[in-house]
């Protein structure tokens, strides 16, 4: 069912000026976990038919969507898990989030993808922090070594996609900047810096090469190798090249956000000050704070929403409360996103759409892909950001 949305929704200058309610976290998480634990029969249900599919991705035209453990969203589910143990202490979830995430383990030798932060880091990540398990830093260290092989020190980048070569020579996309965190935590577990090197290096030259004057980013730039030279700018997954594609900026400002706390570089600050900007004063996004796929699609109202770009950009805008003079600001945005997603309007009566906890985001619009569903991203950075506001 589409989202209706209101032309008097619009008539706001900015959502992040509403005054905000408070989430009420222990009815947020009842909620999630019993949708989660529908959801877990959903998968073992299929597993028992395609075994080599592990984990839950979406739901498209009324079909459960399975993934195998190399697609890229393959470790939000046994992440969810983590963070139902991290909040309950049950070890029924303890349980369940060992079970799941040994069924990603083998991507830590993955090195034909950018997206080990996402797959290996999520779920071995949150259990490392919560068991302390030397299995887990193992994962880490080794997907962070695979992760490092795609960095081209001339570019000064980590590439992204090794597909659609005739299109991109070296494609990098601002989602990379999720997956330094990685890295990041390889240097603190092993002592070696060529990890931090190299995240830093991204970092830095996607703050000189992906972002517009309003700090609005683009979804691809192209390098020359040889020279480290842009060779062009796109926004692929966006309404047009020039556009803001609205995950993408929450990707752009969690990974700012992250980068912050790792290095302490003010620069990073900034950049995610920048961009938190660009998101709450943006005229375009409806009172509720969850924000059409894209900024600039000119169909707007009549364009999907995207929750998953909410959910990331809300638990970002918690932890940059933490370090930015804007605290306040940011703090009473991420309520008001946290209360509308968890309203009836995004969150799934328990039972409906196979245990997803939210309805309504985009995943590819262009491609025609994963228009207005359930998508395990979203349901991972909402519990991150119920965490968070704790």
Same mark, same amino acid.
């Given at each position: 069912m589409k989202l209706k949305i %209101? +032309? %008097?929704?619009?008539?706001? #200058?900015?959502?992040s000026l509403i005054k905000a309610q408070k989430v009420n976290v222990?009815? *947020? &998480?009842?909620?999630? *976990?019993?949708?989660?634990?529908? #959801? +877990?029969?959903?998968?073992d249900s299929a597993r028992v038919i395609k075994p080599n599919q592990v984990s839950p991705r979406t739901v498209e035209n009324g079909q459960f969507k399975m993934v195998v453990?190399?697609?890229?969203?393959?470790?939000? &589910?046994?992440?969810? #898990?983590?963070?139902?143990y991290q909040y309950t202490k049950d070890k029924k979830w303890l349980a369940l989030a060992k079970k799941y995430t040994e069924d990603i383990k083998k991507e830590q030798f993955n090195t034909g993808t950018h997206d080990l932060?996402?797959?290996v880091y999520c779920p071995f990540g949150n259990g490392y922090k919560l068991t302390q398990d030397t299995a887990y830093r193992a994962v880490i260290i080794q997907a962070a070594k695979s992760l490092s092989t795609r960095f081209n020190a001339t570019a000064g980048v980590i590439k992204s996609w090794d597909h659609n070569g005739d299109k991109w020579k070296y494609p990098v996309i601002i989602d990379n900047m999720m997956n330094l965190e990685l890295l990041f935590e390889a240097t603190k577990l092993t002592g070696d810096s060529s990890f931090y090197k190299i995240a830093v290096s991204h970092a830095n030259t996607t703050i000189k090469n992906h972002f517009r004057p309003d700090f609005s980013s683009y979804h691809v730039i192209d390098y020359d190798t040889q020279t480290g030279n842009v060779l062009k700018k796109n926004?692929?997954?966006g309404y047009a090249d020039e556009s803001a594609w609205a995950r993408g900026q929450a990707w752009a400002l969690y990974g700012y956000t992250m980068c &912050?706390?790792?290095?302490k570089n003010k620069a990073y600050l900034a950049q995610a000050d920048g961009i938190a900007g660009f998101i709450l004063n943006n005229k375009i996004t409806p009172a509720d704070g969850i924000p059409y796929w894209d900024y600039n699609d000119p169909k707007i109202p009549d364009a999907s929403r995207d929750a998953s770009a909410a959910a990331i950009t809300a638990s970002a805008l918690y932890e940059l409360a933490r370090y930015s003079t804007n605290s306040k600001r940011y703090k009473a945005a991420a309520d008001k996103i946290l209360v509308s997603l968890g309203s009836n309007s995004y969150t799934n009566k328990t039972g409906a759409q196979y245990g997803f906890i939210l309805d309504h985001s985009t995943g590819h619009r262009p491609a025609k892909s994963e228009i207005d569903v359930p998508i395990n991203y979203a349901d991972y950075y909402y519990l991150e950001a119920l965490l968070r506001s704790k």
């Open positions: %209101t +032309i %008097t929704a619009l008539c706001v #200058l900015s959502f222990a009815k *947020a &998480f009842s909620a999630a *976990a019993k949708q989660t634990e529908v #959801l +877990i029969k959903n998968v453990s190399k697609d890229w969203t393959s470790g939000f &589910f046994p992440a969810e #898990l983590w963070f139902f932060g996402f797959m926004t692929a997954q &912050f706390r790792e290095t």
